[in-house]
């Protein structure tokens, strides 16, 4: 935690934040805490409000947006087998359950972002079935944001992800 305020801490002292809008990556509150008292914009959560829902009342506090972001498992687990029943019917309702904590909350609707989770706990077959039935997560109403740079699912014989940018 404190190398990470650190590191933020020297970014936020070398820039001039005139006309430019951050987002602050992180499942930490106290990180996101010192991002958002030092010009940052928004949210970006891979852990969709934490299991304490503190970056929900982060949001509500700075009244900023805050992207949720499906995941199965954690980091250090996710790849680790990831099965579903099926991807759309868990991410629907994981989305339900997250946006009716936020609102519950005091999370305005429109400072809420849905991400999929592409790569995150998915397999080839789950990002791609996601990819394609995008429209079913439009029905939250909501922005959705997706991440596919560098993703190992991207990979051509087995090149390195600064590869894959093209």
């Known amino acids: 935690?404190?190398?990470?305020?650190?590191?933020?801490?020297?970014?936020?002292?070398?820039?001039?934040?005139?006309?430019?809008?951050?987002?602050?990556?992180?499942?930490?509150?106290?990180?996101?805490?010192?991002?958002?008292?030092?010009?940052?914009?928004m949210i970006n959560d891979i852990k969709s409000g934490g299991d304490?829902?503190?970056?929900?009342y982060l949001a509500v506090e700075f009244d900023c947006p805050i992207v949720l972001m499906h995941m199965k498992g954690d980091p250090s687990n996710m790849q680790n087998d990831p099965l579903y029943n099926d991807v759309l019917d868990d991410i629907l309702s994981f989305f339900e359950k997250k946006i009716k904590i936020a609102e519950k909350i005091g999370l305005k609707k429109n400072n809420i972002i849905l991400d999929p989770g592409i790569g995150f706990?998915?397999?080839?077959?789950?990002?791609?079935?996601?990819?394609?039935?995008?429209?079913?997560?439009?029905?939250?109403?909501?922005?959705?944001?997706?991440?596919?740079?560098?993703?190992?699912?991207?990979?051509?014989?087995?090149?390195?992800?600064?590869?894959?940018?093209?």
């Open 1 to 41: 935690l404190n190398s990470e305020l650190e590191r933020l801490s020297d970014f936020v002292d070398s820039i001039n934040f005139n006309n430019i809008y951050l987002s602050i990556d992180t499942y930490k509150p106290e990180v996101a805490r010192f991002a958002l008292q030092n010009g940052f914009s």
């Open 121 to 166: 706990g998915k397999r080839i077959e789950d990002n791609d079935r996601i990819i394609l039935n995008l429209k079913k997560i439009k029905q939250f109403d909501l922005p959705i944001l997706i991440g596919l740079s560098r993703k190992s699912f991207l990979s051509i014989d087995d090149d390195a992800p600064e590869l894959r940018l093209p």
């Open 52 to 56: 304490d829902n503190a970056m929900f």
